[in-house]
């Protein structure tokens, strides 16, 4: 009885607060428009026909202050980085299609997965070959800026899948070499893949409600910051409170993801459907007989060493009800 009294007045509390009412940004939607667009461009220039207008286009849609990671050992690569690697991708790599698998995309973040069928004519990270067929694949995370242009990007590729085609399994050890020097410090992929795993698993805790919000609080470090919620950076308390009231009017709320996480140095982007009853009024709904609740949203996460959660784009769909 404490615990429904409790959480009645916590619910009261966030409708006056604002926070449970708080809706999509218009700054953020214009932010989430840009990244499709420059998304897209890319996509579209990487498969232009004409590789030398394309090189230049390709260059171009980089802030010429870009942080580029992934692309060279040991350092942030630069914008210099960016136009010898590309040369080698436009000129070596040939009569290849550049495919996304999958897309996430949260404001002014993105992150893709895709894969390329090309053939190898000339030298491209040290092997030289001829007619040689090679396919690539990984995962990428960009940050665009307000002009539209990449200002941050992080490569997360599988060089030893790439290499160990080229040159067995030499090429393989090889690979996972470069790997290791590139794909950045931090967690794992692997490690990734787990706290998105947890987070989603903890958030579906509906049989332990107390325990669900303190294991989904845990995993959000105290400095967090909050983008998407609403206008403005939020911060922890806002997320928990927003989380708060989603349990409160669907108390049943079970997370899955849908398609595969992504997941690279210290980042992670996953896509998630939810379902529920609604129990309690939400934003005008008053639940009704079986009413069924869904929910949806993408989400891209910085993490700290301590698998926590230190910023976090979002990008959610208002609840939607069937009757």
């Not at 490690?191 to 698993?201: A, D, E, H, L, P």
């Not at 690279?264 to 005008?284: D, E, I, K, L, T």
Request: net charge neutral; glycine share 10%.
């Amino acid at each position: 009885m404490r615990v429904c009294k409790l959480m009645a007045g916590l619910a009261i509390a966030l409708a006056a607060s604002g926070t449970a009412a708080a809706g999509p940004c218009k700054l953020d939607q214009r932010a989430a428009a840009r990244t499709t667009a420059g998304m897209d461009a890319e996509l579209a220039t990487a498969n232009s026909a004409d590789r030398r207008s394309a090189y230049d286009r390709y260059i171009a849609l980089f802030d010429p202050g870009a942080r580029v990671f992934g692309l060279v050992p040991d350092r942030i690569g630069t914008i210099e980085d960016v136009r010898k690697h590309y040369r080698a991708v436009f000129f070596e790599l040939q009569n290849g299609t550049l495919v996304e698998d999958d897309r996430i995309v949260a404001g002014e973040m993105g992150a893709h997965r895709y894969h390329s069928m090309l053939t190898l004519n000339g030298t491209f990270d040290g092997v030289v070959a001829k007619d040689k067929p090679v396919t690539l694949r990984g995962q990428t995370f960009f940050r665009y800026g307000s002009d539209g242009r990449i200002v941050e990007r992080w490569s997360n590729h599988d060089h030893a899948y790439r290499m160990g085609q080229l040159l067995g399994d030499k090429g393989r050890d090889e690979g996972a070499r470069i790997a290791a020097q590139l794909n950045g410090p931090g967690l794992s992929e692997e490690q990734g893949y787990t706290f998105v795993t947890r987070f989603t698993n903890s958030f579906s805790r509906v049989e332990a409600p107390a325990q669900r919000r303190t294991e989904v609080a845990g995993m959000l470090a105290d400095g967090l910051i909050v983008h998407g919620l609403n206008c403005g950076n939020a911060i922890k308390s806002d997320l928990l409170a927003h989380y708060d009231s989603l349990w409160m009017a669907f108390p049943d709320l079970h997370m899955q993801l849908v398609g595969e996480p992504m997941s690279g140095w210290s980042m992670v982007a996953f896509r998630w459907q939810a379902r529920s009853s609604q129990r309690a009024p939400w934003r005008g709904q008053s639940p009704g007989y079986r009413t069924v609740a869904t929910w949806r949203g993408q989400a891209i996460a910085r993490l700290n060493g301590d698998s926590k959660i230190t910023e976090l784009w979002l990008n959610e769909e208002p609840v939607s009800f069937d009757r």
